[in-house]
């Protein structure tokens, strides 16, 4: 089930440009590298892109501005990259369309993950995944895509590995189906130490242990031999 | 003495009022001198013209009744006889009383004081003739004797008793004095205290300023040198702070510039083909990373615009403890079902963290327990660790301080782990103490206040 797909790479990096494009190549993808805006716009004109990796600092242009530009065309899904904290909260508290982004130092496996995640919802959602905003509402609790973000029913933040943060966004985007291990596990890739279905198990357990309360005692119900079936209505907004 | 004359306000009423009485004192002794000098003028007058008149109604009666008329014209400070010979400058003999007798058994009758009163009265009433005026001092100084010629040749004796006049009310100027002293001093400590009002006003200001905390300028008001003081001071304070600035920019700009290679470290790495150096290497970068992030966090501090939400500490402990486990370390949690506290995550998950990683590096194994006490989050983290040496407990929290030998051997870091805690768990109004149990191991106590 490994998204293959057309990635843009824009950083300004040489190396990091031949290293995670290289990286990329070898898991299955096609990548074009950019090393500044208007080597982007070219690629982006040659021919149809599934995901951009955007640098937010870039000779000459911001990342951020260069984003929101992109997106006044484009559904095309954007991976932000960054190396300043302080980024973070303007990629995700401003309305630029970024769906993603990652802090340097990350691993390429962080990447890959990142990668997979955006493009299955992006194909789940019929190719314009962000048409449908980035809170997920259930049985009174809300997950923020966005920050990456879970509050309670009372309103209080709840902490969540990210294991269990990805595996939560898997049943939230498929709620009320059988999931099956082998598909929980996909969502999870390269995420947990083991890739057993043990280790999907004890995610569930830790999620379990999480979000279901004496007033919602079974969110995530087993269904013997197969997976797991999220049973709340979930609400996007 | 110099501890009562410490403030300033003293030591201005102190020279206030020395200032004020030499002043005054001064002022007192030239105006006493003038009115002196006026009053003996006066005398001298009023006494030659006296002698003047005594001499001319002398000459004007006959000899048998000179004696009885000088009599008469006799009184107060003067006392007359009329006799044929000059007796100042003769001595025994004169029909005067016994002090003038004495007054005739003084020493040259020419002395300088005697000289000048009789210059003076020549001055005085010119009509006097050089060669008339004979003046001798007798024994005691208050008397003196004044022989006139008279026309005839015969002489007019005067003895002058020199009346000082009443000092002019000494008691008075004394009392007067400390008056003045008193109201000066009164006045001064009030003006003086109201003056450094401003000046202590500021260094309290100051002084009430947490040592970390940023301090807002002061505000330029009151006197000129007050109002130059606050501004110098502001503008000491804000270079201070653009030096620090500066530094922490640059610091924070080298631990940002660093992740570009890291991440290219990152990359290189899943070339490698032999797995066991991929994992050393992983392990090497993994440990720069942490350095870096735990320096960028300290340098962070409370400039993290995260803002403080309602944090539900269970899950994120057991966030924690679980990635140990996952990591095959040993950690337990006790908590109970939820417990939230306004918060900042990130903050206080990497607190925590820290606290958990310490305990599983030098002690092997952690034991968190969450409960409540009071209004209060009690977090105990505990290890079987050798603890830490009972000097060093309050050290240990400064930055980039290590302990010695064993506790610091067995991890990376560059020992900002405690400081980056101490300090996250104070900007929630929280606080860390750290205790070694007597039976070994060491606990670090976290309380976090449950309302803002």
Redesign the interface.
């Given at each position: 089930m490994t998204s293959e797909g057309h990635i843009l790479i824009v950083d300004d990096?040489a190396?990091?440009r031949r290293?995670?494009g290289?990286?990329l190549r070898e898991n299955g993808h096609r990548v074009t590298p950019a090393r500044d805006a208007r080597e982007m716009w070219e690629a982006l004109e040659a021919g149809p892109v599934d995901l951009v990796i955007l640098d937010v600092m870039l000779p000459g242009a911001s990342g951020l501005d260069l984003c929101r530009e992109i997106r006044r065309t484009s559904h095309v899904p954007i991976i932000m990259l960054t190396?300043?904290?302080?980024e973070v909260?303007r990629i995700v508290g401003l309305e630029i369309g970024a769906d993603d982004y990652l802090?340097?130092?990350?691993?390429?496996r962080e990447l890959l993950a990142r990668i997979h995640a955006v493009l299955r919802r992006m194909r789940m959602a019929g190719g314009t995944p962000r048409a449908a905003g980035h809170l997920l509402r259930f049985s009174g609790w809300t997950l923020d895509t966005r920050r990456r973000?879970l509050t309670?029913p009372?309103?209080?933040?709840?902490?969540?590995?990210t294991g269990?943060y990805d595996l939560l966004l898997t049943f939230l985007e498929n709620p009320q189906k059988v999931l099956s291990r082998d598909h929980l596990m996909d969502a999870a890739k390269n995420r947990t130490?083991t890739g057993f279905d043990r280790a999907i198990d004890i995610q569930v357990s830790?999620l379990r242990?999480?979000i279901e309360?004496r007033e919602d005692p079974e969110m995530v119900k087993t269904v013997r031999g197969t997976g797991y079936f999220f049973a709340p209505e979930v609400e996007r907004a | 003495m110099i501890r009562v004359l410490d403030s300033l306000a003293a030591r201005t009423a102190v020279v206030a009022v020395l200032g004020i009485v030499v002043v005054h004192l001064a002022s007192l002794w030239t105006y006493e001198h003038a009115i002196e000098s006026e009053r003996h003028a006066v005398h001298a007058t009023r006494l030659a013209d006296q002698l003047v008149v005594m001499k001319r109604t002398l000459a004007l009666v006959p000899p048998a009744e000179r004696e009885g008329v000088a009599h008469d014209l006799s009184g107060g400070a003067l006392d007359a006889h009329w006799s044929r010979e000059q007796i100042t400058a003769r001595g025994p003999g004169a029909p005067a009383a016994s002090e003038a007798g004495r007054a005739a058994d003084a020493p040259p009758p020419q002395a300088p004081a005697t000289n000048a009163l009789a210059a003076e009265l020549r001055t005085l009433a010119p009509e006097l003739g050089a060669s008339d005026v004979v003046v001798g001092a007798g024994a005691d100084p208050h008397l003196a004797v004044v022989g006139l010629r008279l026309p005839d040749g015969s002489w007019l004796n005067v003895r002058l008793f020199a009346t000082a006049p009443p000092p002019a009310g000494g008691h008075g100027s004394v009392l007067s004095t400390s008056l003045m002293a008193a109201g000066v001093l009164l006045l001064s400590l009030a003006i003086s205290v109201w003056l450094t009002r401003p000046l202590r006003a500021m260094a309290k200001r100051v002084a009430g300023t947490a040592p970390d905390a940023p301090l807002a300028p002061l505000p330029e008001t009151g006197p000129r040198e007050v109002r130059e003081l606050a501004h110098a001071f502001n503008g000491m304070q804000a270079r201070i702070a653009d030096l620090i600035a500066r530094r922490t920019r640059a610091l924070a700009a080298v631990s940002?510039?660093l992740?570009?290679p890291?991440?290219?470290?990152?990359?290189?790495?899943?070339?490698i083909p032999e797995p066991d150096l991929r994992a050393a290497m992983a392990a090497d970068?993994g440990e720069m990373?942490q350095m870096v992030e735990a320096t960028?966090s300290y340098l962070?501090g409370d400039a993290e615009?995260e803002p403080v939400?309602?944090?539900?500490l269970v899950?994120?402990l057991?966030?924690l403890v679980?990635?140990a486990r996952?990591r095959g370390l040993s950690a337990t949690l006790e908590a109970p079902?939820?417990l939230?506290v306004p918060g900042r995550?990130v903050a206080l998950?990497r607190a925590i963290s820290n606290l958990l990683d310490n305990a599983l590096a030098y002690g092997g194994a952690a034991r968190l327990s969450l409960s409540e006490a009071d209004g209060w989050a009690v977090l105990t983290v505990a290890d079987d660790g050798p603890g830490i040496p009972e000097e060093q407990l309050a050290a240990v929290l400064e930055p980039f301080v290590r302990l010695e030998a064993s506790r610091s051997r067995a991890t990376g870091g560059v020992g900002l782990g405690l400081t980056i805690a101490d300090a996250a768990i104070r900007a929630h109004g929280g606080t860390l103490s750290l205790a070694n149990r007597p039976q070994g191991g060491l606990t670090v106590t976290v309380r976090l206040p449950r309302t803002r």
């Open positions: 990096d190396e990091i290293l995670a290289r990286f190396a300043r904290d302080s909260d802090v340097k130092p990350f691993s390429p973000e309670n009372e309103g209080a933040v709840v902490d969540l590995s269990e130490p830790r242990r999480k309360r | 940002h510039d992740r570009t890291m991440t290219r470290l990152r990359f290189r790495l899943e070339e970068i990373e960028l962070r615009a939400r309602a944090l539900d899950p994120l057991t966030t679980d990635d996952d079902a939820t939230v995550l998950k």
